[in-house]
């Protein structure tokens, strides 16, 4: 399938994504081609099939409730670009 | 036109684990500095990976049943994505297509009929990390995170749209809060935010639905209910000046008590959900289900059912009494107590029981005495006090609502001075004539104060009945002499008179006679 | 084996290293030396670290060197080993060759290294990469690309290329990896050394920077199939950190190390000959699997149709987990962060621009499009039921057969810049490699030829947790063959 610009704009704002002008055009073509590709998925017939999510068959790993250390703050803010007293600062968060 | 108004809850409690839902750090950040509860788990850094906190599954599984929930056979968890500054790995670890639980119900009392509320599903997920906006001196404004509260375990709760009035989603508000707080999974804080609640509201004609309105940031049960009688209100004006409708969120304002378009978000939500791969599923067996269940406790409205029907209480008693596991235990403990030291004080022979009175006869007439005095002294004294030390200690908490009951002070019952055993102590003196209901009063404070047993603050202070009927009829002479113009006011047909009289007795003999035993002689004397 | 005189050291194996260092013919800090010395002279034309940890390596080889004298030495210790820049190491930059994560310093240590440091391991560097594991190639690396010793114009194969070139080329003894679609096995075919993907569960994931996370693995590069075992033993088991490793016990790897195949029964599937394949890659393979033959297997043909399908649902598959993964980079916790922005959404919008390379970009954009309203049904849902599909086949082929044999990759290593601006190409070097990690299942490749001086791997593959027989398969042909002995010419 084809994608329009449009859809590529919505898809960097879902993900967050600043795009470049030129990445917005390269990415409308490459994206276009790589679902094409994508489509020979249809030709397969996966009626009654059920999808895979996990290759190992395991279930229920649980652990008990236990409390483990946390770490000092200081080395949890250590990576922070932006901190104040012992926050992380961020841009305003307004809805 | 007439319009029916169409309400469904959405809520999230913080559940009573003691680590997080996918790491070991703590969950009681409540005290504590910013970022001192965090692990690079729940600060979602790269490489780490979640694991399963068995007790959160096993809370989610408690609550479900307690909502009459099927439980799923097979469950697992989801990542929910959307980049936010409070989602530390830019999506949230929940449950979609195949939550723990759906399909249950809640019963709540409308005007004194039962009706079901359906519950859509219970599921589990973590909460988000909490953000402070801030202004700097240059004016700007900015947001801090704190990441304490990612990742404690979150239970979300959705009920079906079964709810026609603002009064009726607080009444199944309240009874869901007080069923977490009677299973012991969460601590029900709406003011810490350990218990939030998001409202859908819209109005319906006929056939015809209007476009629905979430309504957020309602926190605690009165702006919940204040919050949803303005927007049944707004929404009902609306149509009715020809307006129309839009699909939104509202933001409740407490101050100004009106709710507020939330501004649209800037970009449309696609939460692009897809099984979460580090996480295997869980598959719960019937029999780990059925072990749960049976371990469940008596559930609140199964209580105060059962308090109506074996001690005799009004349905508003028995509904204040059993509105926390708390306070139904203590109820139940001082009964228990009672009929313990009943058995004890007949084998006494020192102790007289003439004062035994008819209600008293028979085991079950005394029971249902006994059971009422408790919930008075529980919810008349003892709620007094409480509520006294408590703005004494200048705790700010404000009463939830009507109905809260001694739900508040949290959990106060078990560290107390005052044991189900001082007042079960302090009933059998009252039950046995030695202590009168009035000088019980200053009895009770004194030993909600200071932890000493009834009998031991009576023989101190002296507050024995004074139960020689020589003595008590001289007070009464006394009291005739004195008071001439009540008797001829009595004997001229004022009833009102004898209970000035009486209290005349009582004050005179500072209250250590039984007022009925006064009203009794004096009516003999004055014939 | 005659270790007298001592050769170059930084050549040596583990197991000939150990065998040295255990008898004090050489000491940790001189075999560390030997290979510093290594990286200074061939750093500057592979490029194979983003970091190297000198004096990081000559303390723990001073320490290794008093355990080794102690006498309770294991195989690993005072070893020097290149760590891909995607395995989170404490204290020491873990960038994933990305600038969004060029300053990271992680405060703990993947499950791996802490079972490697317990061994008293040496650690050189850490291994350049394609960004966050997405290439097949190193060319999108943000450091700029690791170079393949055996002809420096070209590519040593991704994501884990600098660590498949360093080992290759003597900047450590071994390497460990990770393979999310053939990131140990195709740089290990390209640079003739020998690389394991484990099965999906074996190896703990915890500190490994998520890529896809139902597809990642750590898994070791070295000089032969025996270090490969011997690296195993050490990172192999249950970590109850990891919610997807299994809790079966860890055999002892070395013991499968049985030079003998009569009468296994190995399958060649066809449609892994696919079109493209270069002439010479095809006749390498097919003169081994006579080889294999000539050893005593049995060498059948088989038919997996729905192989034909796996390159299309892998790369709807990885890049709808990497989309997840990776939304976490915002610049509000740790590593890159734009501050010069209108707002909020502003910052995070150009924090991701500019802190990912167009590699990321493209899966992202891949992985949140496949994922998203409307397309969920039919990319990732239909991607996860023919994953399904591709299983089921393996299982069937696995009751039939001991191994399957295919080749690493269609083709040779390439040149630098021949594939890096057409996607399409460089997705299909991986079509070789990437099955059985949509279907969970271990594999090896390991060195089979050379194509005018340039390395052919042949793959072999096995069932889940059946790591012991492609062991043994390839320990076999190493023994019977000696293609491992040979060293690139840098």
Known sequence: ?95 | MKYETVIGLEVHAQLLTRSKMFCGCRTDYADSLPNTHVCPVCLGMPGVLPTINGQAVEYTVMTALALDCTIAVCSKFDRKNYPYPDLMKGYQISQYDVPLSHHGWLEIEVNGRKKRIGITRVHLEEDVAKLLNRTDPSGETYSLVDVNRAGVPLMEIVSEPDLSSPDEARLCLMRLHSLLRYLGVSTGNMEEGSFRCDANISLRSGQQSFPKVEVKNMNSFKSVYLALRYEEERQRKVLEEGGSLVQETRGWDDDKEVTVAQRSKEYAHDYRYFPEPDLPPLILGSEWVEGIRAKLPELPVARRDRFMVQYGLSAYDADLLTSARDSADYFESCLKTSQESRVKSLESPSLPHRTLDSRLQTPDSRLRWRAKAVANWMLGEYLRLLNLETSQESRVKSQESRGGGLQTPESRLQTLKITPEHLAGMLDLIEQGILSTTLAKQVFEEMFHSGRQAAQIVAEKGLTLISGTEEIAAIIDQVLRENARAVADFRGGKEQALKFLVGQVMKATEGRVKPDLVSIQLKEKLG | ?490
């Open chain 3, 1 to 490: 084996m005659n270790f007298e005189p001592v050769m170059n050291p930084y050549d040596l194996t583990i197991a000939e290293a150990s065998h040295l260092l255990k008898s004090r013919r050489i000491s940790s800090v001189e075999l560390t030396r030997a290979v510093l010395d290594r990286v200074s002279s061939v750093e500057g034309k592979l490029h194979a670290f983003v970091t190297v940890t000198e004096n990081l390596a000559l303390s723990q080889a001073e320490k290794a060197d008093s355990r080794l004298s102690s006498g309770d030495a294991t195989p690993l210790t005072g070893i020097p080993v290149i760590i891909k820049d995607n395995i989170c190491t404490r204290g020491i930059l873990t960038t994933c060759s990305s600038q969004m994560l060029r300053n990271f310093v992680p405060p703990y240590d993947a499950t791996v290294m802490e079972k490697l440091n317990s061994h008293d391991i040496v650690l050189v560097g850490k291994g350049n990469m394609d960004e966050f594991a997405m290439g097949s190639s190193n060319e999108y690396s943000t450091f700029g690309p690791t170079r393949n010793p055996w002809d420096t114009e070209r590519v040593p194969g991704g994501s884990s290329g600098g660590p498949a070139a360093g080992v290759a080329a003597g900047e450590a003894v071994y390497a460990l990896g990770s393979d999310t679609g053939g990131s140990v096995r195709q740089p290990a075919g390209f640079c003739s050394v020998v690389g394991l993907k484990p099965t999906y569960g074996r190896v703990s994931r915890y500190g490994l920077v998520a890529f896809a996370s139902s597809l990642d693995q750590i898994g070791p590069l070295a000089r032969d199939v025996t270090d490969a075992a011997l690296v195993m033993n050490a990172i192999a088991g249950h970590d109850p950190r990891d919610a997807t490793s299994v809790p079966h016990p860890t055999p002892d790897y070395t013991r499968s190390l049985i030079p003998e195949i009569k009468g296994l029964r190995l399958g060649i599937p066809k449609e892994y000959f696919v079109e493209g394949m270069e002439a010479g890659v095809k006749q390498v393979i097919q003169t081994a699997i006579s080889r294999l033959e000539e050893m005593g297997a049995t060498i059948e043909e088989v038919s997996l149709p729905s192989m034909k399908y796996a390159l299309s649902a892998y790369y709807i598959i990885a890049p709808s987990e990497a989309s997840a993964n990776l939304a976490r980079y915002d610049g509000v916790k740790y590593g890159f962060s734009v501050q010069d922005a209108e707002n909020m959404w502003d910052a995070l919008e150009k924090t991701r621009q500019y802190g990912f390379g167009i590699e990321v970009k493209r899966r992202i954009m891949l992985g949140t499009h496949a994922l998203s309203s409307g397309y969920y049904d039919a990319y990732y849902l239909k991607a996860q039921k023919v994953r399904t599909l591709i299983r089921q086949e393996f299982n069937q082929a696995f009751e039939r057969f001991d191994a399957l044999i295919t080749p690493t990759s269609p083709t040779v290593p390439f040149k630098i810049g021949e594939k890096v601006e057409d996607p399409l190409q460089m997705y299909l070097s991986d079509v070789c490699t990437l099955p059985i990690n949509i279907a969970g299942i271990p594999g090896i490749s390991i060195p089979a030829g050379f194509v005018n001086g340039l390395p052919v791997g042949m793959q072999i593959l096995a069932k889940p947790f059946a790591e012991e027989m492609i062991l043994r398969i390839a320990f076999a042909y190493e023994q019977a063959t000696g293609w491992h002995k040979q060293r690139p010419p840098i």
């Open chain 1, 1 to 95: 399938m084809k994608l329009g610009r449009e859809e590529i704009e919505h898809i960097a704002r879902l993900a967050r994504l600043g795009l470049s002008e030129a990445e917005t055009e390269r990415f409308q073509s490459q994206l276009s081609d790589i679902m094409e590709n994508f489509d020979i998925l249809q030709e397969v017939d996966t009626t009654d099939i059920l999808p895979t999510a996990h290759v190992i068959e395991m279930e229920n790993v649980i652990r008990d409730d236990k409390v483990a250390p946390s770490l000092p703050q200081d080395e949890i803010l250590a990576n922070a670009p932006r901190q104040e007293g012992g926050y992380f600062r961020v841009r305003a968060v307004l809805e």
